[in-house]
């Protein structure tokens, strides 16, 4: 089991910016691939970004692309969502997630979530 504990949501002016962090533990944090999902009022989960075992390697949204980066730190057990230009359609809640093997958009192949943080961009 791996527990994923989400930090760092709020609420921001639109062009501002955001730290999201997701703390593990329970499992060796290196073996997995980390992800951000979020899902907004009335939509279906959605893939933000992912990051490689090492850091390597990230894969993004469409609609994050050039405004969010994904990083990590294998010794502190965390990932972070760095959210910049922020816009009101970014208002969701934002997960943390995990699988053992490869990057994957689809949340249903993730094998573990957090409970999620808020994120509220004001216009």
């Known amino acids: 089991q791996v527990q994923l504990v989400e930090s760092g949501g709020g609420l921001v002016q639109a062009g501002g910016s955001l730290r999201l962090s997701c703390a593990a533990s329970?499992?060796?944090?290196?073996?997995?691939?980390m992800a951000w999902f979020r899902q907004g009022p009335g939509k279906e989960r959605e893939f933000v970004a992912a990051?490689?075992?090492?850091?390597?390697?990230?894969g993004y949204g469409d609609s994050v692309k050039g405004r969010f980066f994904i990083s990590r730190d294998n010794a502190e057990d965390t990932v972070y969502l760095h959210m910049n230009s922020l816009k009101p359609e970014d208002t969701a809640v934002y997960y943390c997630a995990a699988r053992p093997i490869g990057i994957k958009v689809r949340s249903y192949e993730y094998d573990y979530w957090g409970q999620g943080t808020q994120v509220t961009v004001s216009s």
């Open positions: 329970g499992r060796t944090f290196s073996n997995y691939i």
């Open positions: 990051v490689s075992w090492s850091g390597g390697g990230t």
